[in-house]
């Protein structure tokens, strides 16, 4: 399986989402949120074919849209600050097998 970052913008703040974060968590059971508007997710799926899961979910009117971005993670090459338990999944990877700790920023 692949792992991908789904990363998105709603620029509606009174419409409802919650069909968005459930196209996630059902097709792509293998998921962790790591930061308000970023998802990891394992799937064999394409990133095209991601973004057509998640796109019918979105809003889009005039020039006032919601934004997403789907692509492949080489889990060979990130970096961040996140959540130290987010790296195995990311990395696949077990904890204290040489990739150093993150702590969460805050």
């Known amino acids: 399986m692949k792992k ?3 990363t998105y913008h709603f620029r509606s703040n009174s419409r409802d989402y919650s069909p968005f974060y459930e ?5 792509f059971p293998e998921n962790k949120h790591i930061i308000e508007s970023a998802w990891i997710v394992n799937s064999d799926k394409t990133a095209k074919e991601i973004s057509q899961l998640l796109i019918p979910h979105l809003h889009f009117e005039n020039y006032d849209c919601d934004t997403l971005f789907v692509a492949e993670i080489d889990r060979t090459n990130v970096e961040g600050m996140i959540a130290k338990s987010l790296w ?5 990877k077990k904890e204290g097998d040489g990739k150093e700790d993150k702590e969460k920023m805050g």
Request: hydrophobic share 45%.
């Open 4 to 6: 991908y970052i789904i």
């Open 88 to 92: 195995p999944f990311i990395t696949d």
């Open 23 to 27: 196209a996630i968590k059902t097709n």
